[in-house]
């Protein structure tokens, strides 16, 4: 059995899309649909995420929090299978064990993802900044110590100048 409808975990199908169609009456969350294929004993069930942007796949490192909401898979479908002999079962186990699409929760944990790599570089990068303060701080006080036995130098040969 193959059951395919829009997605209404993608926050524009579910607000706007959906109801472009008028043959569409009420939008079936995944959970549901996979829950109905499994009360009327399918012995094995694909819940199929479908039709996202090819191009959220690349953005991996650039997700924004918009695409959290927007790039969920517009579409799902639900494929269900009979009992059948162990044979026959096995022809399918790839696809069966394969995950399709993008949900809402992969789309988060992406961008956590990079909102973590950003603060761990913001971290890096402080800690440079920190050590080159601390680095310029050390050379500015050896200035300061030459310039001060400079003067005291300055001050000696003057001293001498004028009792001479």
């Not at 997605?7 to 199908?13: A, C, F, R, S, Y």
């Not at 472009?20 to 079936?28: R, V």
């Not at 517009?74 to 002999?85: C, I, T």
């Not at 988060?108 to 790599?117: E, G, N, R, V």
Request: charged share 25%; aromatic share 12%; no cysteine.
């Amino acid at each position: 059995m193959i059951l395919e409808t829009p997605n209404p975990e993608n926050l524009l199908v579910s607000t706007t899309e959906f109801y472009l169609d008028p043959t569409h009456n009420k939008p079936i969350p995944p959970k549901l649909l996979y829950f109905l294929a499994e009360y009327n004993g399918f012995a094995r069930i694909k819940l199929l995420r479908m039709q996202e942007s090819q191009s959220i796949s690349s953005l991996a490192d650039d997700i924004g929090v918009t695409d959290i909401f927007f790039a969920v898979s517009p579409d799902y479908a639900v494929v269900a299978q009979k009992r059948a002999p162990d044979e026959q079962m096995s022809l399918f186990d790839q696809a069966f064990n394969r995950d399709y699409g993008l949900t809402i929760d992969d789309l988060a944990l992406l961008y956590a993802k990079k909102d973590q790599q950003l603060a761990a570089y913001e971290h890096d990068r402080w800690q440079w900044l920190e050590s080159e303060w601390n680095t310029a701080k050390v050379r500015i006080d050896q200035q300061a110590g030459e310039i001060f036995a400079l003067k005291d130098r300055a001050t000696q040969l003057e001293s001498e100048w004028n009792s001479a």
